[in-house]
């Protein structure tokens, strides 16, 4: 198999990335139902339904905002304004729909904490997205710097690079198995299994970001990163909190 891996169906070339990420959708949100079938959920079917509204509304303004801001350029022609429709990134859909999410809670008057239930499904999610991602290879804004690292691959462009959406499968992989781990223990608070789901992959995602063949810098860092950093400061109670529980 060769990356980009571009199969044909009928002599027509089938897009694997846009294929799994429906695909990724689909399954995300039948594990959610699944979860929530398994464990009594606390917010009524209304309310719950009005905070997937929102996250999906935040997910999708906030996936494009930040598509946009990784490499910003104005164009104003037809193919432009298409790009600026598809561009998008699943670090602006995270907190975008966080902010969605926020929002629609407070129109509902909804103060119960409502991600946890959302977290694995959201994993499972990436974890299914990233596989095309890998499979695009350079057609997609997630391959790593050139280098001479073991782990190095060709993906599309004669050059060996790092596989960056490799190593996130590797990174989801684990942070599937150890929050499921927490959930079935269902020991803490309600709410924290996303925050710390959130705050382990947005430190994550900053961390790789160094390895982005990144072109657009604020103050030496790439947007991500910025956002990463917001993430981390909105979250900074949990921090506190893990501080004063190590000691």
């Known amino acids: ?4 891996f571009q199969p044909q169906l009928f002599g027509v070339h089938i897009n694997v990335h846009l294929v799994l990420e429906y695909t990724a959708f689909f399954v995300a949100y039948r594990y959610y139902l699944f979860l929530r079938n398994q464990r ?3 917010i009524s079917k209304s309310n719950r339904l009005s905070i997937i509204l929102g996250a999906a509304i935040g997910a999708f303004i906030g996936s494009r905002v930040m598509g946009f801001l990784e490499n910003p350029f104005l164009d104003f022609s037809v193919e432009g304004l298409l790009y600026l429709f598809n561009v998008k990134t699943i670090m602006g859909g995270l907190f975008g729909g966080l902010m969605g999410v926020e929002i629609a809670k407070r129109i509902i008057h909804e103060n119960q904490s409502s991600g946890d239930l959302f977290t694995l499904p959201i994993v499972v999610g990436i974890f299914i997205g990233r596989i095309g991602c890998f499979l695009s290879g350079t057609t997609e804004f997630t391959y790593g710097k050139q280098t001479h690292f073991f782990m190095g691959i060709d993906l599309g462009d004669g050059r060996i690079r790092h596989p960056l959406a490799l190593y996130e499968l590797f990174f989801i992989a684990a942070l599937f198995f150890f929050l499921r781990y927490l959930y079935v ?10 925050q710390l789901f959130m705050v382990l ?3 994550f995602r900053f961390c790789i ?7 657009f810098f604020i103050l030496g860092l790439s947007t991500i990163q910025w956002l990463c950093i917001g993430c981390l400061l909105y979250y900074r109670k949990l921090f506190i909190l893990i501080f004063k529980n190590a000691n």
Do not use: C, R, V, W
């Open 209 to 215: 970001e160094f390895l982005k063949p990144n072109a």
């Open 40 to 42: 009594e959920d606390s």
């Open 201 to 203: 992959y947005f430190s």
């Open 1 to 4: 198999m060769t990356i980009p």
């Open 185 to 194: 223990q269902n020991k803490l608070k309600s709410g924290q299994l996303f």
